[in-house]
């Protein structure tokens, strides 16, 4: 199967927009994957017969995306490269949704409990004894009643990450990466709003343990029903009050 995109010079109306479709084409033809260099500014100007000024633009366009990466230098391991992280344009792009209020919370809970549950299910089916591990240590560290608020928050998202790690889809994976990072200034404030945070911190630990028992024990019903339930009754309970708290 031949299926080759050419660089070809492309339209000069909006030509920073055609740019990123030449891009795109290679990627989708399988021509640049992850680790390989796009060809120099210079040589894009030449072959999309484009200005530098497009070619940069839809480069940028492209790093806030999380495409592509720089490595600054002048050796082979130089210029920009194709990335692999998508969780980082994901989390950007749905951050500043929310802040435009284009995602309601409301939603995101939804997508994310229905996100999770599939992940919790995956990860009581296929998690390793690594996978376990890795599940174990942020608990064990979010048991340290010493812990700051923001110190807590940042191992609960390793928690719920390594759950997606553990069923084994990356997309899966990223997609929690992307939604917990673009809601972290929010459960923050709500966690700053609580007026006993002590006891609110067991509870979350309490839910995190029986989680992660579920999924030691391979019960992927069960596992799917807590992570849905831990969800759901955060968002219900805990940051509707710090919400209306004065």
């Known amino acids: 199967m031949a299926d080759t995109a050419a660089w070809e010079p492309v339209p000069r109306s909006r030509t920073f927009e055609l740019v990123l479709a030449r891009i795109e084409e ?24 484009v200005s530098r000024a497009a070619v940069r633009e839809a480069l940028r366009v492209l790093e806030a995306q999380g495409v592509l990466r720089s490595r600054v230098g002048t050796g082979p391991s130089s210029g920009s490269v194709i990335a692999a992280m998508p969780s980082e344009g994901l989390t950007q792009l749905l951050r500043l949704h929310m802040a435009l209020a284009n995602f309601p919370l409301s939603d995101v809970v939804e997508a994310r409990a229905t996100l999770e549950r599939s992940s919790a299910r995956l990860a009581a089916e296929r998690a390793t004894d690594e996978d376990l591990a890795a599940l174990r240590e ?7 009643a010493t812990l700051t608020l923001e110190a807590f928050n940042d191992h609960d ?10 069923g084994g889809n990356r997309l899966m994976a990223d997609m929690t990466i992307a939604v917990r990072n673009a809601v972290r200034r929010t459960l923050l404030t ?9 006891t609110v911190a067991e509870r979350l630990r309490a839910e995190h343990h029986a989680l992660y028992e579920a999924i030691a024990a391979g019960d992927a019903d069960r596992a799917g029903d807590l992570v849905e339930a831990h969800i759901r009754g955060f968002h219900q309970d805990i940051v509707h009050i710090a919400a209306k708290a004065p």
């Open 190 to 198: 709500a966690f700053h709003e609580l007026a006993d945070w002590s």
């Open 138 to 144: 942020p608990l064990a560290r979010m048991d340290d």
């Open 157 to 166: 998202t390793r928690f719920h990450v390594a759950i997606a790690e553990a």
């Open 26 to 49: 290679q990627i989708l033809a399988g021509n640049l994957r992850v680790g390989d260099r796009l060809p120099p500014e210079r040589e894009l100007v030449e072959l999309l017969g």
